[in-house]
């Protein structure tokens, strides 16, 4: 292992909490190494004097203020998600509406890039399509013959 590997394991070392593989690599590496083994003397103090260390006496008053300031904290987030629920109360139609409106814009935007001047549409456009010419010189049995005879028949009589 490397030091830098070894320096980050050392707390877990000292608590007893690696695995026996990794703390035998790791009392190897410190024999060798003076680096790591002051790293991990440094560490070591630290922990005693944590431990031996008297606590400190939080002063009057203070789980009032930490608590006022807490709930203070709490209010100002929930005042803000207020003020958003006002402003979008009911966000997925809003927001549905506006990826509709997004969506038409966008493919008209696209639409006039791809075909400018109309340039998908026949020279004659929508009355060509509509008109029943389109049916004229079908094949003979086709669906197109049978239902374009259905309407000359039918305009005939």
Same mark, same amino acid.
């Given at each position: 292992?490397?030091?830098?590997?070894?320096?980050? %394991?050392?707390?877990?070392?000292?608590? %007893?909490?690696? @695995?026996?593989?990794? $703390?035998?690599?790791?009392?190897?590496? #410190?024999? %060798?190494?003076?680096?790591? /083994?002051?790293?991990?003397?440094?560490?070591?103090? +630290? &922990?005693?004097? !944590?431990?031996?260390?008297?606590?400190?006496?939080?002063?009057?008053?203070? &789980?009032? @203020?930490?608590? *006022?300031?807490?709930?203070?904290?709490?209010?100002?987030? +929930?005042?803000? &998600?207020?003020? !958003?629920?006002?402003?979008?109360?009911k966000p997925i139609p809003i927001?549905? $509406? *506006? /990826? #509709? !409106?997004?969506? !038409?814009?966008?493919?008209?935007?696209?639409?006039?890039?791809?075909?400018?001047?109309?340039?998908?549409?026949?020279?004659?456009?929508? +009355?060509?399509?509509? *008109? #029943?010419?389109?049916?004229?010189?079908?094949? =003979?049995?086709?669906?197109?013959?049978?239902?374009? =005879?259905?309407?000359?028949?039918?305009?005939?009589?």
């Open positions: 292992m490397k030091c830098e590997e070894i320096q980050r %394991k050392l707390s877990a070392f000292i608590d %007893k909490e690696l @695995k026996q593989k990794d $703390a035998k690599l790791i009392r190897e590496h #410190l024999n %060798k190494c003076t680096g790591c /083994a002051e790293e991990l003397r440094a560490i070591s103090s +630290a &922990w005693d004097f !944590v431990e031996t260390a008297e606590g400190i006496e939080p002063s009057p008053y203070f &789980w009032t @203020k930490l608590s *006022a300031r807490i709930d203070e904290q709490t209010t100002q987030r +929930a005042e803000r &998600w207020s003020f !958003v629920k006002r402003l979008f109360p927001f549905a $509406a *506006a /990826a #509709l !409106v997004l969506g !038409v814009l966008l493919g008209n935007f696209v639409g006039r890039m791809l075909y400018p001047n109309g340039s998908y549409m026949n020279t004659n456009g929508t +009355a060509e399509a509509l *008109a #029943l010419n389109t049916f004229d010189d079908l094949p =003979s049995g086709s669906l197109g013959e049978a239902y374009y =005879s259905l309407l000359t028949e039918g305009g005939e009589q």
